[in-house]
C-alpha cells in the first residue's frame, strides 16, 4: 500500500502531522485485510461443500439434507464459531 510506502509524506501533507491519525488509519486498514482474508476462506469452505456436491460425494435426498438442516442451524453455526447467540445472552441474564 502507497500509504505504508510513504508515510512520513502522508502524515505530512495529508494528515498535517497528525501521527495519532495515521495510526488509526493504519489500524483500520489491517482490520479490513484480514476480514477480506477471513472472507475468502470462509467462501473457500462453500466452493468446497459445493464441490462435495458436484463430485457426487454428498447425495441429497430428504434425509441427508434433514440433516444437514440441523447441522446447520444458526444458533448452532453461530456457537461452533464461537460467537454469542440471543439465546446464550438470555440464559446468562437468567443467571
Given amino acids: ?6 508515510s512520513f509524506i502522508y502524515i505530512s501533507l495529508c494528515l498535517k502531522g497528525r501521527k495519532d491519525l495515521y495510526l488509526k488509519a493504519e489500524k483500520d486498514i489491517a482490520i479490513k485485510e484480514e476480514n477480506e482474508t477471513l472472507r475468502e476462506k470462509y467462501l473457500e469452505l462453500l ?3 459445493k464441490t462435495l456436491y458436484n ?4 447425495t441429497l435426498n430428504q434425509r441427508s439434507l434433514s440433516k ?12 461452533a464459531a464461537g460467537m454469542e447467540t440471543e439465546i446464550s445472552v438470555k440464559e446468562k441474564k437468567r443467571n
Fill in 55 to 58: 463430485n457426487g460425494k454428498l
Fill in 1 to 6: 500500500m502507497i500509504i505504508k510506502k510513504f
Fill in 68 to 79: 444437514l438442516q440441523l447441522y446447520f442451524e444458526e444458533e448452532k453455526v453461530l456457537k
Fill in 47 to 49: 466452493r468446497n461443500l
